[in-house]
């Protein structure tokens, strides 16, 4: 079984700039998370998707912060613009269930912020 | 006070030594207790989930919750270089989950 695909793996922007993540979950996992790690924390919900739909985005900066997930699959992540306190980790997870305790992470796209 | 406290370590045993790892919250409304285990430059990995109070044990791992107290334990025993890694225990009522910040465990040879 394919786990969770993220891409691109690393990148380094300047502040002011734009970005976007990439994830494709697992076969037949209908919940999607976007979770942002800094560096020493342990991960933080930014948005969850239940197929198309999102279920919760409470901690989602949308002043810069977007995410879609288009046809319950493959989703994206956008930062426009970038502030340097965005540097961090940005992992992607999927679970078969909606309220699941059982979250497959992807490798993460660590972002640096310059 | 954060919903999650997690000393962040770092924490460095010998191989063969008993590791444990904790967690208190305070938010009494936690069912779901669960412990991930991230490699450096990986994702989080599941290891083991417990519901409600009680023990969980699966190999050398065995997963201990007090709700009385709002503490949670990991266990590790016969420590091996492969289980250095960052711990990160997690919790929620029912769908939103909370991260601590991880203990970092190094095993040495």
């Known amino acids: 079984e394919a786990g969770v695909a993220q891409s691109p793996r690393y990148k380094i922007i300047e502040k002011r700039q734009s970005v976007a993540f990439w994830c494709n979950p697992i076969?037949?996992?209908?919940?999607l998370y976007w979770y942002q790690q800094i560096l020493g924390q342990g991960p933080k919900l930014l948005i969850q998707?239940?197929?198309?739909?999102?279920?919760?985005d409470s901690q989602l900066p949308k002043d810069r912060f977007s995410a879609e997930r288009l046809k319950g699959v493959d989703s994206t992540l956008k930062i426009q613009p970038a502030k340097l306190e965005d540097s961090a980790v940005y992992l992607c997870a999927s679970s078969f269930y909606a309220a699941s305790y059982e979250q497959y992470f992807g490798p993460g796209t660590r972002l640096t912020v310059t | 006070q954060k919903e999650v406290e997690q000393d962040p370590g770092p924490l460095s045993v010998p191989e063969g030594a008993i590791v444990s790892l904790n967690c208190t919250y305070s938010n009494s409304a936690f069912q779901y207790f669960m412990w991930y285990r991230q490699y450096s430059r990986k994702g989080p990995e599941l290891l083991m989930y417990t519901y409600s109070s009680g023990n969980k044990e699966d190999g050398r791992f065995t997963a201990q919750v007090d709700k009385s107290s709002k503490y949670i334990s990991l266990f590790i025993r016969d420590s091996q270089p492969s289980d250095s890694a960052t711990y990160l225990c997690?919790?929620?009522?029912?769908?939103?989950?909370?991260f601590g910040a991880g203990t970092r465990l190094t095993v040495k040879p």
């Open positions: 997690a919790m929620t009522p029912n769908n939103d989950m909370r």
């Open positions: 076969s037949g996992h209908a919940t």
């Open positions: 998707f239940q197929n198309n739909g999102v279920v919760d």
